[in-house]
């Protein structure tokens, strides 16, 4: 698969649940990846789900995983103002034993008082 | 660890120079990746190396981009000559070739080409 679609912006107030979309191309990826990437920072891995899986939940994140639909989303709980940061959805592509990634266009998360 | 070190963490130059751009992988990590982040374009895969090998660089925009990783503990993106539209952050990423296959990011190179 080539494209990882997600929206681009989304805003909510402090205290209520974020939830961030993704919808991947490759049926058959074994990994499904959330990124965070905080102003003038690199990416840093959020949390990651197996395709085995339907649901992981880590604190106040929540990954909901559907094959069927190839849809991917991140529901994070109780938002705080730190949560302001650009979110990436990304899938691998399997290279032997390792793999690169494609990445969503990123989803911009604004966390209004 | 560290972490991914990257070098410059900013650098200004004018069209036509020469930049060259550093990157420290994690110790033990058989993979490189260098990305570039445009609000244009998003984040691009440039190039990635295994084991010191360039593996694939077909997202290197043109031949005046190259890469080189002379050890497991160093690489190195330059363009010769730059242009402006190359302005950009460049990110350096490694991993290990095992699952889960995360990629740890540096903190990028913010490139300004006048």
């Known amino acids: 698969g080539e494209d990882v679609e997600q929206s681009l912006f989304l805003s909510v107030r402090e205290g209520d649940s974020s939830v961030i979309n993704c919808t991947y191309t490759?049926?058959?990826?074994?990994?499904l990846y959330w990124y965070k990437q905080e102003p003038g920072a690199g990416l840093q891995l959020l949390t990651y789900?197996?395709?085995?899986?339907d649901m992981k939940q880590d604190q106040r994140l929540t990954v909901l995983l559907n094959k069927k639909d190839k849809h991917l989303s991140l529901r994070i709980a109780d938002t705080q103002t730190g949560d302001s940061a650009i979110y990436f959805c990304?899938?691998?592509?399997?290279?032997?034993?390792?793999?690169?990634?494609?990445f969503g266009t990123g989803t911009r998360l604004q966390v209004t008082l | 660890d560290a972490g991914v070190i990257q070098s410059p963490r900013h650098e200004v130059t004018e069209m036509g120079q020469e930049v060259t751009l550093r990157c420290k992988p994690i110790?033990?990590?058989?993979?490189l990746f260098w990305y570039r982040q445009t609000m244009m374009r998003g984040l691009e895969l440039l190039i990635y190396?295994?084991?010191?090998?360039?593996?694939?660089d077909s997202g290197m925009p043109e031949d005046r981009f190259s890469a080189k990783m002379p050890n497991a503990s160093f690489s190195t993106l330059k363009i010769q000559p730059s242009e402006p539209r190359d302005s950009a952050v460049y990110f350096c990423?490694?991993?290990?070739?095992?699952?889960?296959?995360?990629?740890?990011f540096g903190p990028g190179t913010r490139l300004t080409v006048t």
């Open positions: 990423a490694s991993s290990y070739s095992g699952a889960p296959y995360e990629q740890y």
């Open positions: 490759d049926s058959s990826s074994t990994y």
């Open positions: 789900i197996f395709s085995n899986m």
């Open positions: 990304a899938e691998p592509f399997l290279t032997g034993t390792a793999s690169k990634l494609t």
């Open positions: 110790s033990g990590h058989d993979y």
């Open positions: 190396f295994n084991n010191n090998v360039p593996i694939d």
